[in-house]
């Protein structure tokens, strides 16, 4: 590599996607260095997947608890103490944090606690004063909350604000009705709060296939979350005692103890200074790249949620290891965005791979659609009228499979292995040749005709 540059590579941002280019940089003999103005993990570990999986783990054993009389379990004095998962999942990320910066040491990738901006094509300044030079620049900032204007959004919270309320709110207003209000809105349901969801449109999980939003619509509605559909915030205002009323639509005013935005997330670049690189951004800040992640500028890249591709963990880690073997490991690839699967971890959870159903007919026409709708055998049984809903979507000239979509308990944990069934380009008929594997929900994958 040549020594004219400080660094092989510089990477801004220590989040999924940074941290697997350096590491794996570095395994292929570059020097590396990274800066994070944060803490080393990024949104996926520090205020993202990993902490919210946590709470909703935690929130869950309020169903498994109120079910477990039908076990034949007496639960006496059963309470919930907020501070105490709080702080314990709080831990956890602190854990993951150490375990992250380990993997940049044990990789020799220098790293550097504050913000770095590009200068140039080569060069980038850290929030000290330094100058760095480097042959390659990799930007991996990621994304971050939007927040819509109105009066009194200052009072309002976002996904990054959500892991360290003080209190559990008695009342919870979320703006929005994507992955992060919905899989809030489970979160603080389980835990008693009351909960009402208030969107823009009247959609919840745009891009979802429709049958398993109205399954969960219909089964968090019969849980008690209330929903406010074609009004978005127009205020919030503070009250004496310290709680917000809600304005929204024609609709009465909301009283909150919580307002929790949750409107989709936009790339960080503001200030990165990456026009002095001649890097023009997109549309809402995003770093347009070529299929390799590089940029205009032919020596720097981008990864992960800041190109504002597909704003998924998974996704950038691929991303960051398709950039360094491509650019250090002398062994050029692309990553496939075709058939990635996806979650929501609501309360059902629900899960997706390839086509909708509508998306389906659109684009393929001649399709057969098959469904289980089923009462999960642990719901039968402590009395638990909830139904999941699994839906295959298939090619009707070719049998191929176009879409899994499957909603109820541990449907993420199902998805994942019938994704690679949907990626193959399996038939419905391999699935029908599949013996099932009873008892079990999974089974219902092959025993739809
Ligand atoms: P989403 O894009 O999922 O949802 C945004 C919601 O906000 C939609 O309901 C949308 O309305 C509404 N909205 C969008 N813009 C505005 C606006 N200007 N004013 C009012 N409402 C608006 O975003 P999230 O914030 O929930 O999540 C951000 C990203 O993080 C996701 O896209 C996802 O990629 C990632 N994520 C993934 C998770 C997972 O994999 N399980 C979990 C959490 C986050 P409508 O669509 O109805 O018009």
Request: glycine share 10%; proline share 5%; hydrophobic share 40%.
């Amino acid at each position: 590599m040549a020594d004219e540059f400080e660094y092989d590579l510089f990477v801004i941002g220590a989040g999924s996607g940074g941290v697997r280019a350096s590491r794996v940089a570095a395994a292929h003999g570059a020097r590396v260095a990274v800066a994070e103005e944060y803490r080393i993990g990024g949104t996926c570990v520090i205020r993202g997947c990993v902490p919210k999986k946590l709470l909703v783990y935690g929130s869950h054993f309020a169903e498994e608890l109120q079910d477990a009389a039908h076990y034949g379990w007496t639960v006496e004095g059963m309470s919930f103490d907020w501070p105490t998962l709080r702080d314990t999942v709080l831990r956890d990320v602190d854990r993951l944090n150490a375990a992250y910066t380990q993997t940049l040491e044990n990789n020799r990738v220098e790293r550097f606690l504050e913000r770095a901006t590009i200068t140039g094509p080569n060069a980038v300044r850290l929030a000290s004063g330094r100058e760095i030079s480097a042959k390659y620049i990799l930007v991996a900032v990621g994304a971050w909350p939007f927040m819509p204007e109105f009066p009194g959004v200052e009072h309002c919270i976002s996904s990054n604000e959500v892991f360290h309320l003080d209190h559990l709110p008695r009342r919870v207003v979320i703006q929005g009705a994507g992955y992060i209000a919905m899989e809030f809105a489970g979160i603080f349901n389980a835990l008693g709060c009351h909960v009402t969801v208030v969107n823009r449109s009247d959609q919840i999980l745009r891009g979802y296939d429709e049958g398993l939003r109205d399954r969960l619509l219909q089964i968090t509605m019969a849980r008690g979350i209330d929903y406010a559909f074609n009004c978005p915030i127009s205020r919030v205002d503070r009250q004496d005692d310290g709680s917000f009323t809600v304005t929204a639509g024609t609709r009465d005013p909301i009283p909150a103890d919580a307002v929790l935005i949750a409107t989709g997330r936009k790339p960080k670049t503001d200030g990165l200074g990456l026009e002095l690189a001649g890097i023009a951004l997109g549309a809402i800040g995003e770093i347009p790249v070529d299929e390799y992640n590089r940029t205009a500028c032919r020596s720097i890249y981008a990864v992960g949620d800041v190109t504002d591709r597909v704003q998924l963990t998974p996704v950038a880690i691929r991303e960051g290891q398709a950039f360094a073997d491509t650019v250090f490991g002398h062994a050029p690839h692309t990553v496939d965005y075709s058939c990635i699967p996806s979650a929501v971890f609501s309360q059902p959870p629900l899960a997706s791979v390839g086509l909708t159903e509508g998306q389906a007919r659109d684009q393929v026409g001649n399709i057969k659609v098959f469904t289980s709708d089923f009462r999960p055998m642990k719901n039968v049984f402590a009395g638990r009228m909830e139904r999941g809903l699994y839906k295959l979507v298939v090619d009707a000239n070719t049998d191929r499979i176009l879409g899994v979509h499957l909603i109820g308990p541990e449907a993420p944990e199902v998805l994942q292995a019938a994704a690679i069934a949907v990626r193959a380009g399996l038939t419905k008929a391999d699935f029908d040749a599949t013996v099932a594997l009873h008892p079990s929900m999974a089974e219902e994958l092959v025993l739809m005709r």
